[in-house]
């Protein structure tokens, strides 16, 4: 097991529960919340339905569209690091010397280690890694309608930093001098088959929500009209006021079965998205409820008929 990639995600896990802790729960508020605070865990609508923010703090926002950039990354880091690992698996070259001291350096499995039919877990994992970034980035560059929402600095660079740290996670369950192309697909096992169909299905929700987001700016002819927000209606929208987070922790959830539900650490990035998306739902839910008198009551913000 990684050790020290376990720990991170792990304390990115806790670090966002007690932040949504702190938001659930009015007994741990214990007074206004830190304005650093809110900046840190809001962005874009959330964001703009605070109280005014400080002139220093706005000084440290970015646009929100800058969104697309760590799908950029992603696509380019984890497209690179899919290619090493094709390479290694089936034309028996080594990772780069680099790369091997880095994986080493984050606990990755032993050159020697038996790790069975995990190299085609972890090349399937990495290829819908890299498979849901593409899609992300086309919706944001050619669907998605945004507004002069913003982030701030610091959530922009955790995000980039986030999309080179996951693929080195898929990574770290393969030994760095592995081959074994010639019994590859031998290792084709039931959980593949269930962890990429559930990928689908959730990214073709999730891709059916973003559509519906951004039509509620456009025109029928496909033209932008406004930049306002409004509440969105149809598909998973009637149950919860954020269906793409819950497809995003879906999402998430199919690759950790198509690691045969075993590693660990993958576990631990579930954990940490459920933390993080929940978060997220947890604050649009409220904009929604403090904007909309009409707002419908039976949604919940993030998963339907529970929270």
């Given amino acids: 097991m990684p050790a020290a990639l376990s720990a991170f995600w792990l304390l990115l896990a806790a670090a966002f529960l007690a932040a949504l802790l702190l938001e659930l729960l009015p007994a741990l508020r214990g007074g206004p919340r830190p304005g650093l605070f809110q900046d840190l865990i809001r962005y874009g609508k959330t964001k703009s339905g605070c109280e005014q923010r400080p002139a220093w703090l706005r000084l440290l926002d970015v646009p929100k569209r800058w969104f697309s950039h760590f799908y950029i ?27 091997q001291d880095l994986l080493s350096a984050l606990g990755g499995a032993s050159q ?46 955790f995000g980039l930093g986030y999309y080179i740290v996951i693929g080195l996670t898929v990574l770290c369950r393969v030994p760095a001098n592995v081959s074994n192309g010639e019994d590859f697909f031998m ?3 039931w959980y593949h088959t269930l962890g ?4 689908i299905w ?19 002819s496909g033209k932008v009209v406004n930049l306002s927000h409004s509440i969105p209606f149809g598909g998973w929208f009637e149950r919860v006021s954020c269906p793409h987070y819950f497809a995003e922790l879906l999402i998430y959830v199919s690759m950790a079965i198509t690691f045969g539900f075993q590693n660990f650490t993958w576990w631990l990035v579930v ?8 978060l997220a739902a947890v604050l649009c839910h409220e904009f929604y409820v403090n904007r909309f008198s009409c707002y419908p009551t039976h949604r919940k913000a993030f998963i339907p008929f529970l929270f």
């Fill in 112 to 157: 020697n280690q038996d790790v069975g039919d995990k190299h085609l877990s972890a090349l399937l994992v990495l290829m819908l890694l890299w498979l849901h970034s593409f899609r992300r980035l086309i919706e944001c560059l050619c669907i998605s309608v945004f507004s002069s929402g913003v982030l701030h600095i610091v959530q922009y660079c």
């Fill in 271 to 278: 954990m940490y998205v459920l933390f993080n998306q929940a």
């Fill in 196 to 199: 990429i169909m559930m990928y």
């Fill in 187 to 189: 290792q084709i096992c």
């Fill in 73 to 99: 990354l992603s696509v380019v880091w984890n497209g690179f690091l899919l290619l090493l690992l094709i390479q290694a698996l089936f034309l028996a070259r080594p990772f780069p010397i680099w790369l």
């Fill in 202 to 220: 959730a990214s073709v929700h999730q891709h059916r929500c973003h559509v519906i987001l951004a039509n509620l700016r456009k025109s029928k």
